[in-house]
């Protein structure tokens, strides 16, 4: 994933700030250093888990813009570099819940899709792919969600649980209907073949 | 042993889960399920995996130094000074004690430790230097003086440690603030290190005096020790 990094125009014009100013821009550079490195490893995630969550590519882009402020705000607090998947997928979690709390969006309209909420559904050429696709942007939040970190992500059920704050035997029950749900969605669409 | 229907709710929640051979090894309904919902699972992975939209990195602020010097209190917390007490390379001065209150500290790192935790707003990184007459205030000219080449200092306060009055500087280095303590009468005999969570510190005997200098993990100390010798002239 190519990363954006600091422009030579952006290192000219701290550097230009002369000597007294070159050492806490070294520190703020390192820190700069640390965040790109982090992003670029787990961007792909931060977007895909936005996307699932919210339902809509635009959406998805808004609220990893809005992670990535927020996680380079914190970056301080991430200690461990070990914890960096969780840590963004957790502020990814909230800023979705943050944006749809803004625009009051509680629901999307399954039959009305957006343009941006179609993109997501239009993405493979395999037509048994878009079947699954459209039965999993039908699912609940509360079933779509640990699916995707469970398959997409490969959380643990005990992670899972932890990152959605509830018991494991919780996040069993949801996981073993979701895939339910799929297997009998996929299959009523293969009988109409 | 599991029932079936017990099985496949385990297979449902996690395809790849191997508890209950005894009842797989006996029920083919059962691992024809499990291979299905392994099959299914490799085909929603696919649906997933979305494609992804280059990154646009957004426009990172700086981080206000009033957030930094907050962060970098955390960074001191309790456990960093007692792991000095751990590594303190010479605890030269035990069962010291501080004048003035009945605090005691078991070395005079750990009392040096523990007074930047005490100003924490200290540790700001900024640019903004301290003004000539404030730095004139902080080292009298009868206990020492000091020239610029020490870098750019960003505070400067009188404090006491080991109940004496001293100096409290602050420069930025490389890696963040860099304390140093112009310690007059405190006489060490001989260089000691120590290191904690996240910082690492010196105390230089310099005469019947010393000087801590203490930084964040990485910060060349060795360089900054040759600059403060440098620009302190003791006047005693």
């Not at chain 2, 797989?24 to 649906?47: E, G, H, N, V």
């Not at chain 2, 006491?160 to 100096?167: D, R, S, T």
Request: aromatic share 6%; hydrophobic share 40%.
């Amino acid at each position: 994933m190519p990363l954006v990094p600091f422009s030579s125009a952006e290192v000219i014009k701290i550097r230009s700030g002369g000597s007294s100013r070159m050492n806490s821009s070294n520190a703020e550079l390192d820190r700069r250093r640390r965040f790109d490195s982090i992003v670029s490893v787990y961007h792909q995630d931060m977007y895909r888990f936005a996307a699932w969550l919210s339902r809509d590519k635009a959406i998805a882009e808004d609220v990893v813009q809005e992670a990535l402020l927020r996680a380079w705000k914190s970056l301080d607090a991430l200690r461990d570099e070990a914890a960096a998947k969780q840590w963004l997928l957790t502020i990814v979690r909230r800023e979705n819940a943050r944006y749809f709390e803004r625009r009051r969006l509680e629901t999307v309209d399954v039959d009305n899709l957006t343009p941006s909420q179609e993109a997501l559904l239009a993405e493979a050429p395999d037509e048994q792919l878009d079947d699954l696709r459209e039965a999993i942007y039908r699912l609940d939040d509360d079933y779509r969600e640990p699916l995707v970190l469970q398959v997409l992500m490969g959380y643990s059920t005990n992670e899972i649980a932890e990152l959605m704050g509830l018991k494991q035997g919780a996040i069993l029950t949801r996981l073993h209907r979701a895939r339910l749900k799929l297997k009998e969605s996929v299959q009523s669409e293969d009988a109409l073949y | 042993m599991m029932t079936c229907e017990e099985y496949r709710e385990a297979v449902a929640a996690n395809p790849l889960y191997e508890g209950g051979d005894s009842h797989a090894s006996q029920c083919p309904a059962c691992q024809a399920f499990q291979t299905d919902m392994q099959a299914l699972d490799s085909k929603i992975a696919r649906a997933l995996a979305i494609s992804v939209p280059e990154l646009k990195m957004p426009e990172l602020a700086d981080v206000d130094s009033s957030i930094v010097s907050v962060l970098r209190t955390r960074r001191l917390t309790t456990p960093a000074w007692l792991a000095v007490a751990a590594t303190v390379a010479i605890a030269a001065v035990l069962g010291f004690r501080m004048l003035g209150n009945d605090l005691s500290y078991p070395s005079l790192a750990d009392e040096i430790v523990a007074h930047l935790e005490h100003e924490p707003y200290a540790l700001r990184v900024t640019d903004k230097s301290v003004s000539d007459s404030r730095l004139a205030r902080v080292i009298p000219a009868d206990l020492a003086t000091m020239d610029h080449s020490i870098g750019l200092i960003t505070y400067a306060q009188s404090c006491v440690i080991n109940g004496k009055e001293v100096p409290h500087l602050v420069i930025q280095g490389e890696r963040g603030p860099v304390t140093i303590l112009l310690m007059p009468g405190e006489k060490v005999d001989s260089r000691q290190s120590f290191s904690g969570q996240s910082i690492n510190g010196v105390i230089l005997p310099v005469g019947d005096s010393s000087i801590a200098i203490i930084g964040e993990d990485g910060e060349n100390l060795k360089r900054i020790e040759n600059n403060v010798k440098n620009s302190v002239t003791w006047s005693t």
